[in-house]
């Protein structure tokens, strides 16, 4: 893992920051690395129960960093593949959705491109109604190729999925809610998914080894 991504675990739950906050969190090569790592990291983290997924800063995740991408980007290994089958790019999205235990997403500023796809791999996603979410790709001349369209059509309308694909718009919380792509608003997303996590963190605790072994 690298300084892109940051993980701390408390009392079962993995608090994972996405940490280039001066760029608003924006995706360049370092970030694909650091994302993919902490993902492959929790997937062996049997002490976690509770993934509560985050963006440092004044936003959740800007998209692609579309120049450091223009000069570095060509470095990353598409080839190589998961397990489930996903890329590199992929698997910054998809990959929150293999992990044995429950992701929130916990979104304010902005989730925009490669940052909305991000978001929609989490399990439970709490937004501020003031955020603001855009299926940016086509604006690039791109496509929303980072596993979006597998997982937004488990959330959203069709119809829906191709009028903000098609215009590249963006849209605030409360349209995000009414399409599916968030489960709630929160005035304070990051303090509700914590509570959340401790709540679903204390549900059916591991057993204590040495308790089952006198039985």
């Known amino acids: 893992m690298n300084d892109r991504v940051t993980i701390t675990v408390a009392e079962g739950i993995a608090d994972v920051r996405l940490a280039r906050a001066d760029k608003m969190n924006a995706i360049d090569p370092a970030m694909f690395e650091g994302i993919a790592a902490a993902i492959d990291r929790l997937k062996g983290m049997t002490e976690v129960r ?21 000069n570095g980007g060509s470095g990353l290994a598409l080839g190589d593949r998961t397990e489930e ?27 925009f491109g490669g940052g909305f796809q991000i978001m929609s791999g989490a399990d439970i996603r709490i937004a501020h109604p003031r955020a603001r979410f855009a299926i940016r790709e086509t604006y690039w001349g791109l496509v929303p190729d980072m596993a979006g369209i597998a997982l937004w059509r488990t959330l959203a309308r069709d119809d829906v999925l191709r009028e903000l694909t098609y215009t590249a718009r963006e849209f605030d919380g409360a349209e995000a809610l009414r399409h599916g792509f968030v489960t709630r608003l ?7 998914a914590m509570m959340l996590a401790r709540e679903i963190a204390a549900r059916n605790p591991p057993r204590d080894p040495r308790v089952e072994s006198a039985l």
């Not at 509770?50 to 991408?69: I, N, P, R």
């Not at 929160?186 to 509700?192: A, I, M, R, T």
Request: hydrophobic share 50%.
């Open 186 to 192: 929160s005035e304070d997303p990051l303090g509700e």
């Open 85 to 111: 089958g996903a890329n590199l790019v992929q698997q910054v999205a998809w990959g929150w959705r293999t992990l044995p235990m429950p992701v929130i997403a916990a979104v304010h500023g902005v989730a």
């Open 50 to 70: 509770c993934v509560v997924l985050s963006g440092e800063g004044k936003a959740f995740c800007a998209g692609l960093d579309m120049a450091s991408m223009a």
